[in-house]
């Protein structure tokens, strides 16, 4: 089963496999981009509400990648429907991508390429340079802001 983004109905992505995806991704869409929806839910896609126990391990995974920020509750729905239906989520997102990647989810993409690593980020101090695993309000050592960084 393909569990399909926003990105999959903008773009016009087609497969013959069975489809699903969240309600939310409808009311990201607009003009013939929400037909589209309309009408892969007409031809018998799944409309899926994850458990609130998915979505909460879903949120963890994502806070461990560094992700949790970047990621919409429309964005950790679908991560949590690819899990729990063991599906392919279909999207171009990268975010998306590395959690799912953490979590051993499925992912094809459509218009870009995908992600070649999964990435756990670091999050660097705007101030005084230090580095944190975990992203926090502020620098513990000046108080500055922090901002998101690849590790490598």
Request: charged fraction near 30%.
């Amino acid at each position: 089963m393909q569990i399909l983004d926003t990105s999959a109905f903008i773009n016009e992505y087609h497969t013959d496999e069975p489809t699903a995806s969240v309600p939310q991704v409808h009311e990201e869409l607009e003009g013939e981009h929400a037909f589209r929806f309309d009408a892969e839910e007409g031809a018998g896609m799944h409309i899926h509400i994850p458990s609130e126990d998915t979505v909460e391990r879903i949120n963890r995974a994502a806070a461990e990648t560094g992700d949790a920020d970047e990621l919409s509750e429309t964005d950790l729905l679908l991560v949590a429907a690819a899990f729990e239906l063991d599906g392919t989520l279909v999207t171009d997102d990268y975010a998306m991508q590395n959690v799912a990647d953490k979590l051993n989810v499925t992912v094809q993409v459509i218009a870009q390429d995908g992600i070649t690593e999964q990435r756990e980020w670091e999050f660097q101090c705007q101030g005084c340079g230090r580095t944190y695993d975990d992203d926090l309000d502020r620098c513990r050592v000046c108080g500055s802001d922090l901002q998101r960084k690849n590790p490598s």
